[in-house]
């Protein structure tokens, strides 16, 4: 399999995978529970949620499972997901970027072991 077969063939890969995780994430978030936290939930039902101290963040765009400024709770809910989604994919993808193996002077760096696996000749 050539090179350009292999890049072509792993964009394919993850341009699916981006945009599945999108779609689940905006959509899928659509029709999830309007009781999303459920450690808060049983707090209210067991009748100690009233004790409980406002958090550092709640004046964040994204605080509750929603987002500032969209009026439709639902819609809301779905921006805040594709955000958490892009945010946490955007993490991950620079620090794979910026922590897998390279070969010192290798031209390719980045394109994988040039020389096959190690050897353990001489134990």
């Known amino acids: 399999m050539s090179t350009a077969v292999r890049l072509s063939s792993t964009r394919r890969f993850f341009a699916i995978f981006l945009l ?4 689940v994430a905006g959509v899928g978030s659509y029709y999830a529970s309007t009781h999303p936290d459920g450690l808060n939930f049983v707090a209210h039902r067991a009748g100690f949620g009233d004790e409980a101290k406002a958090s550092p963040t709640s004046d964040s765009p994204f605080a509750g499972y929603s987002t500032k400024g969209i009026g439709n ?5 779905g921006v805040a997901g594709v955000a958490g989604c892009l945010l946490v994919l955007g993490i991950a993808g620079g ?8 070969e010192p002077g290798s031209a390719n760096a980045g394109a994988g072991p ?7 000749s001489g134990l």
Not at 20 to 23: F, Q
Not at 114 to 120: I, S, V
């Open 20 to 23: 599945s995780a999108l779609l």
């Open 73 to 77: 709770q639902r819609l809301s809910g």
């Open 95 to 102: 620090l794979f970027r910026v922590l897998r193996r390279r």
């Open 114 to 120: 040039a020389h096959g696996p190690p050897t353990t």
